[in-house]
């Protein structure tokens, strides 16, 4: 079974610093990746996604990530923090095995800016 | 183009009673899922329907099921109300079924079961 954990259920940053937060992930197969953004009383928005490629990928709202198949890694980064950026970030896979939109999801991290 | 629509946005039942939640997916996207959202599982899949067929399904008991329309739309249905059905459901709709496609997600429909 797959399974996503992301490190860090509230990361706190200051406004202009960087933004990390970390994805793993446990597949018998390279999966499909992407990480959601949820602002309160929202559903979820797509940031980005890797399906195959290069494994640095630009999102919205300055957001990259990179895929590292050696760490089943794909940990989300922004340079420089914005007070918008306060929200819960979700890393998912998505499962190659059955055909379809099934993702499994990590546990989110909520992001909190300090001005 | 108009974006996942849910209805109603917000439920209040007691133990026992069952209730349906509404999706209309992007005009155009024949997928829907449905998942849910609670502060100690987090975001868990429900079940996906494509051209009125249920897809995949999750971990979830039989009181959870679905159903698509012809038009995509599609509704889900808890019978017999527990208070740990409390939850934010989030419907979310795709294009197709390629694991590749974006998923769009509704506001959600945030159920509080007394």
């Known amino acids: 079974a797959q399974s996503v954990t992301q490190l860090g259920s509230h990361v706190s940053v200051s406004e202009g610093a960087l933004v990390l937060l970390r994805c793993n992930y446990s597949s018998s197969v390279p999966p499909y990746l992407f990480w959601y953004v949820q602002y309160p009383n929202q559903g979820l928005q797509l940031l980005l996604k890797?399906?195959?490629?290069?494994?640095l990928v630009k999102g919205i709202n300055g957001f990259e990530a990179e895929f590292k198949k050696s760490e089943t890694s794909f940990h989300l980064t922004k340079p420089s923090a914005h007070m918008s950026d306060a929200a819960e970030y979700f890393c998912?896979?998505?499962?190659?095995?059955?055909?379809?939109?099934?993702?499994?999801f990590g546990g989110g991290t909520r992001v909190l800016v300090k001005p | 183009k108009a974006g996942v629509t849910q209805t109603p946005r917000y439920l209040i039942k007691t133990r026992g009673q069952q209730v349906t939640l509404s999706c209309s997916p992007i005009s155009g996207h024949r997928s829907v899922s449905w998942y849910q959202q609670t502060p100690g599982q987090g975001l868990q899949f429900l079940f996906e329907y494509f051209s009125e067929t249920q897809r995949n399904k999750g971990n979830f008991p039989g009181r959870f099921s679905g159903r698509q329309f012809s038009n995509s739309r599609s509704e889900m249905n808890v019978s017999t109300l527990e208070l740990g059905d409390s939850a934010l459901y989030l419907c979310?709709?795709?294009?197709?079924?390629?694991?590749?496609?974006?998923?769009?997600f509704g506001p959600g429909t945030r159920l509080t079961v007394l």
């Open positions: 890797y399906t195959t490629g290069a494994t």
């Open positions: 979310a709709s795709s294009e197709g079924l390629a694991e590749y496609n974006e998923q769009f």
């Open positions: 998912a896979v998505s499962d190659l095995r059955a055909a379809g939109n099934k993702l499994t």
